[in-house]
């Protein structure tokens, strides 16, 4: 042994360390594969087999992204595209003489008395239009090659996912083949090595290279997102966090039946499942079934209604010494959409008779004051009753309708409500159409001053929301509790179908640029010019906006933008539904006796005492979609929600794996969600219209 060592340590320094590093394991020791076989149709790499293709043939037109059908394919595939700039000259010099060959073969065909190949024809006047452009600048050349690694765990798995492969691209007009005998090289090019060992080409214009350009969608997935529907490109999921962006804001654009309060709707049934506490202004009694399903709280708020709200109230859990200014210029604001236009006299008038009228009743700017009962309206009335100046006359004798008339009962009593619920709902149905506006601002008052005093996760959702954008007031408010949102944990949703009227005026706009989610549905030729010019859209979304179904449209989120198919399930379709039919139905159910009843019938009574009640038991469990045919059982069921969950533990696994929704409430934790920040796939728009590729 000492024999066998000496020599070693007789070597020098150098050959020392060269031994040391021979039996040493390395990185390509630890990465390289036990074995590696070269077939002439396939290459086996350590229990893998790999087989590599080229493209020959390409479609003479093509469409953006039609390299779709290859890269969405249900494969695992190695891609590589090698692009290889060429000289003009060049170019212009072989093209010229191509060109004179085509020419001379179509002359010789016609002196023959033969008709002119189809192909030869096409393919001059490709070269002809191709050495047009290339002469002006237009245009620039390149040698393209596209090749596709597949991969299998057996020979006859990959001859079947070759021979699927090949059927694919051919419907597609693009022709493939193997690398026989090059099956080395193949596997070479298609690594991350930027090396093409194959070299097998075609010529392109710069046009046709940029059609080819892989990525044409986005993918999103946040950690702690409910799922909002499809991508319809590359049909992933989009399961997004509003709460994740700069703000928490959403925009709907969408005209009549396009779907805009089913999406809503869906959005507040997950959004609830996570704990998130859900205000809406509905005025049109959409979101009824929903709220009684959830066990939320439906207001019809009308001068009828149980319910009332006191524009003068204050917030008794405000003990700021600001709270009653900023209450009297909200004031100002709802009583110039109430009252109409003022002159700079009467809107001085107005701020003082609201400061005198607070203080008839003992309310300063003392917070120990904030407790007393606050004025009504017609203590304002009285107020500017008693003024001598000819403007407070004049606002007496517009204000007097809201006291005298039959408008009394909606603005002029003592509020007697408090939001407590996790979704709760204001109806505006029964309000007259002239009176929404008003209705709506003070509503929005009301909830906005109860979001400030305590911090919670809350959405608040405004449904048709032009009618606010229509009075400069009402609408500047909205734009106000829209910019101030994020920081009270707050997400607003604005929906309309009138996008004229609401991106008319700078407000609309405002709102627009502070919503970091902005949802385009189905739209009408008089509004897509207008969206257009607004979300800079192209020609092909602007066209698919005009034609997509109901339900469908395009979602930016942040720096994504997709389409999307707003999907629900089945359970989620027969909860949220309003379509008429869908409505019919349901009474014609509940007006269908279960027995008919005759007297006498033993049989009949044992069969009706039998029967299933017709109260529904709580359903908390999700059903597998399979289509959307209505079922009114279903609708009107109630579900059980609370802040902390909202399945039992031992069902949390099937309604993850029927609705790919994690039933747990989200992480509310801003330090917690800024670690678990999404990985997000970002990937630019593919070419907007369609493209010839030129190859000679």
């Not at 690398?179 to 930027?194: H, I, S, V």
């Amino acid at each position: 042994m000492a024999n066998q060592i000496k020599p070693i340590e007789n070597k020098s320094k150098n050959n020392s360390l060269e031994l040391l590093r021979q039996g040493s394991v390395s990185l390509v020791d630890l990465i390289a594969p036990p074995s590696v076989e070269v077939d002439f149709r396939y290459i086996r790499v350590g229990e893998k087999y790999y087989r590599t293709y080229f493209v020959v043939d390409y479609p003479r037109f093509v469409s953006p992204d039609w390299l779709s059908i290859l890269i969405d394919h249900k494969q695992t595939m190695n891609i590589s595209m090698f692009a290889y700039p060429m000289e003009r000259e060049d170019i212009l010099s072989n093209l010229k003489r191509k060109i004179a060959e085509m020419e001379a073969t179509i002359d010789s065909d016609m002196e023959q008395g033969l008709e002119a190949d189809p192909k030869v024809k096409a393919a001059l006047e490709d070269a002809m239009a191709l050495q047009e452009e290339l002469a002006k600048g237009i245009e620039r050349f390149f040698l393209f090659g596209l090749y596709i690694t597949l991969s299998a765990n057996s020979v006859a798995e990959l001859d079947q996912k070759s021979k699927e492969l090949v059927s694919l691209l051919a419907s597609s007009m693009i022709i493939i083949k193997p690398a026989t005998l090059q099956m080395e090289d193949g596997f070479k090019t298609t690594l991350p090595t930027g090396i093409d060992k194959i070299f097998i080409t075609r010529n392109m214009d710069t046009t046709s290279l940029g059609s080819t350009f892989p990525f044409s969608s986005y993918e999103i997935s946040h950690p702690n997102g409910i799922l909002y529907g499809i991508n319809t490109l590359n049909n992933s999921l989009a399961i997004i966090d509003r709460f994740y962006f700069e703000n928490a804001n959403e925009v709907v654009f969408g005209k009549s039946g396009s779907g805009k309060s089913f999406l809503v709707k869906l959005e507040v049934l997950r959004q609830t499942m996570f704990g998130t506490e859900v205000i809406v202004l509905d005025p049109e009694e959409e979101y009824k079934s929903l709220t009684h399903s959830l066990g939320g709280e439906y207001i019809s708020f009308s001068p009828n209604s149980e319910i009332k709200i006191n524009p003068f109230s204050l917030v008794s859990e405000d003990m700021s010494e600001t709270q009653l200014g900023i209450k009297i210029l909200s004031l100002h604001s709802l009583m110039k959409t109430m009252l109409g236009d003022m002159n700079p006299i009467q809107e001085a008038i107005l701020d003082r008779a609201l400061v005198l009228t607070y203080k008839q009743k003992g309310i300063t700017t003392d917070p120990a004051t904030y407790q007393k009962e606050p004025p009504l309206l017609e203590d304002l009335y009285k107020t500017l009753l008693n003024m001598e100046e000819n403007e407070a006359k004049d606002l007496v004798f517009r204000l007097e309708k809201y006291i005298k008339g039959g408008f009394g009962g909606l603005f002029n009593e003592q509020t007697n409500y408090d939001v407590k619920n996790l979704i709760t709902v204001f109806s505006l149905k029964e309000v007259e159409e002239t009176l929404r506006p008003v209705a709506m601002h003070m509503i929005l008052d009301f909830i906005w001053n109860k979001i400030r005093v305590k911090l919670k996760k809350r959405i608040l959702i405004v449904d048709e929301a032009w009618y606010l954008m229509k009075y400069p007031d009402s609408a500047a408010f909205l734009q106000g509790i829209v910019k101030r949102a994020r920081k009270y944990y707050l997400g607003v949703t604005t929906l309309t179908q009138d996008v004229e009227d609401f991106l008319s005026n700078d407000y609309g706009k405002t709102i627009l640029s502070n919503s970091s989610i902005q949802i385009l549905l189905r739209q009408s030729p008089t509004e897509i010019d207008l969206l257009t010019r607004t979300f800079k859209l192209s020609d092909n979304e602007k066209q698919f906006l005009l034609t997509t179904g109901v339900g469908v449209g395009l979602m930016f989120a942040g720096q994504n933008h997709i389409t999307t198919h707003f999907l629900p399930s089945k359970f989620e379709y027969n909860l949220i539904t309003s379509k008429p039919q869908d409505i019919l139905k349901e009474n014609e159910v509940k007006n269908t006796p279960v027995f008919e009843k005759k007297e006498g019938s033993q049989e009949n009574q044992q069969a009706i005492n039998s029967a299933p009640k017709q109260t529904p038991e709580p359903l908390i469990k999700y059903e597998k979609r399979e289509d959307l045919a209505y079922d009114p059982s279903l609708r009107n069921t109630p579900l059980v929600l609370n802040n902390s969950s909202v399945f039992k533990k031992d069902e949390d696994d099937q309604v993850a794996q029927n609705t790919g929704i994690n039933p747990e409430p989200a992480n509310t934790n801003p330090q917690q969600e800024e670690q678990n920040m999404p990985k997000e796939v970002k990937i630019t728009d593919a070419p907007p219209n369609d493209t010839k590729i030129s190859m000679v």
